[in-house]
Antibody
Framework: EVRLVESGGGLAQPGGSLRLSCAAS????????MNWVRQAPGKGLEWVSY????????YYADSVKGRFTISRDNAENSLFLQMTSLRAEDTAVYYC????????????WGQGTVVTVSS | EIVMTQSPATLSVSPGERATLSCRAS??????LAWYQQKPGQAPRLLMF???TRATGLPVRFSGGGSETEFILTISSLQSEDFAVYYC?????????FGGGTKVELK
């Protein structure tokens, strides 16, 4: 079964840091690019970051550029999102997502991990 | 950034009726348009990619169309399990962008 499982969410103070993880199973992780997408409470979906299969190409949303860092460990089938200088507006459910093999639409999604930034 | 605009924000439909959802892009995305369904407390689910290709296992009552800047998602005969929020997303350019969503609710 193809599966993505996020972890690492929790409560952080403004200006603090958190590191999210996404464990992949059931497919050849090293062959796929990966994305992080977030959803603030009661709001829509916002793409956050992309990393290519080889890590050669990385993109960020302007809202997180310079504060978040995406990375991956293909040997461990894991995706990461290091979040620093957290703000209240970073409060959201964070999903990792894998695209289709034939398209860049987001096919497989994890269940999400909740990040709350509050003092 | 490509802005995706969905309409209407809320669609009230009776079971068995047809639902038509619209999505407009601020510039051409070709056919690089996906639709997702999200139910409360769940992750989004891919419905359609390439504007009109159904994801694996999607019932044929769902159809997608359009290109460039205007897209539609049609549910031909709404079932109880179809009441949800629907998002369009372009994957033509970075950053990837989503529409604000259309909530399909029970009339």
């Amino acid at each position: 079964e193809v599966r993505l499982v996020e972890s690492g969410g929790g409560l952080a103070q403004p200006g603090g840091s958190l590191r999210l993880s996404c464990a992949a199973s059931g497919f050849t992780f090293s062959s796929f690019s990966m994305n992080w997408v977030r959803q603030a409470p009661g709001k829509g979906l916002e793409w956050v970051s992309y990393i290519s299969s080889s890590t050669r190409t990385i993109y960020y949303a302007d809202s997180v550029k310079g504060r978040f860092t995406i990375s991956r460990d293909n040997a461990e089938n894991s995706l990461f999102l290091q979040m620093t200088s957290l703000r209240a507006e970073d409060t959201a459910v964070y999903y990792c997502s894998r695209p289709l093999s034939v398209s860049e639409a987001f096919d497989i999604w994890g269940q999400g991990t909740v990040v709350t930034v509050s003092s | 950034e490509i802005v995706m605009t969905q309409s209407p924000a809320t669609l009230s439909v009776s079971p068995g009726e047809r639902a038509t959802l619209s999505c407009r892009a601020s510039q051409s995305v070709g056919s690089k348009l996906a639709w997702y369904q999200q139910k409360p407390g769940q992750a989004p689910r891919l419905l359609m990619f390439g504007a009109s290709t159904r994801a694996t296992g999607l019932p044929v009552r769902f159809s997608g169309g359009g290109s460039e800047t205007e897209f539609i998602l049609t549910i031909s005969s709404l079932q109880s399990e179809d009441f949800a929020v629907y998002y369009c997303q372009q994957y033509s350019k970075w950053p990837r962008t989503f529409g604000g969503g259309t909530k399909v609710e029970l009339k």
